[in-house]
C-alpha cells in the first residue's frame, strides 16, 4: 500500500482516522479529526476511499491475508524515552479560547461560544479516559471566569478526575490541568 500525505486513513486496531500529514520511512503522521497528531507504522493502517464509510473500503483476498499475517507477528513497538523534567509535563493540551475552536464566531451568542466550549472540554476529556491519557490541561484564559467554574462543575461529574490550576509558569492563571486516574 503506498500512502501520500493528504490521504484518508484508518488505525486497523483502534477506532482512529484522520488524514496522513507526514511521512518518514514506514512512520506515517496522521492528524485525527479532533486535531491531534499521532504516529503509526505504515502496516497498522488501512486507506480508505473518499466516502469515508466503511462499506466502502475494497479488500481482495491477497490484502486481508497479508494484513492478518502482520497481525499475527509479535512486533515489539519501540518506547520513547521520556526525559525526567517532561516526566510530569501533560500529555496533552487543549485550547479552549473561541477563535481556536471555530473559524466564525459573529454569530455565536455567549451561550453558543460556552455550549461549544464546554462540548469540546468533554468530547476531549472523553478522549483521554479511553485512551487512558492520564494528564490534560485545559487553556481557558483569565476573563470572568464563567468557563472556568463551568469546566469545574464539568469535572466533578466525573468520579476518577481531579483538576487543580495548570503550572503557572506555563500558562499563567488561565488554565486547569485535569488529573485522570485510571483502573489497572
Do not use: W
Not at 488501512?46 to 512486533?75: A, P, Y
Not at 454569530?107 to 472540554?121: E, G, I, K, R, V
Amino acid at each position: 500500500m503506498s500512502l501520500k500525505v493528504g490521504d484518508k486513513v484508518t488505525v486497523l486496531d483502534e477506532a482512529i482516522s484522520g488524514r496522513v500529514s507526514k511521512i518518514e520511512g514506514k512512520t506515517v503522521f496522521i492528524e485525527t479529526d479532533d486535531g491531534f497528531l499521532l504516529d503509526f507504522q505504515e502496516h497498522e493502517l488501512l486507506k480508505m476511499d473518499g466516502k469515508d464509510t466503511l462499506k466502502s473500503r475494497i479488500f481482495s483476498e491477497h490484502s486481508f491475508s497479508e494484513v492478518l499475517s502482520e497481525k499475527e507477528q509479535n512486533t515489539k513497538r519501540n518506547s520513547v524515552k521520556v526525559k525526567p523534567k517532561d516526566r510530569n509535563q501533560p500529555a496533552m493540551e487543549v485550547d479552549l479560547h473561541i477563535h481556536k475552536l471555530t473559524e466564525n464566531q459573529r454569530n455565536l451568542s455567549n451561550y453558543d461560544m460556552l455550549t461549544l466550549q464546554l462540548d469540546t472540554a468533554k468530547r476531549q476529556l472523553e478522549f483521554a479516559i479511553s485512551k487512558r491519557i492520564q494528564k490534560i490541561v485545559f487553556i481557558h484564559g483569565v476573563g470572568e471566569g464563567v468557563l472556568k467554574m463551568e469546566l469545574e462543575t464539568l469535572f466533578s461529574r466525573y468520579e476518577n478526575v481531579k483538576h487543580y490550576d495548570a503550572d503557572f509558569k506555563k500558562y499563567g492563571i488561565g488554565a486547569t490541568e485535569v488529573y485522570i486516574f485510571q483502573n489497572v
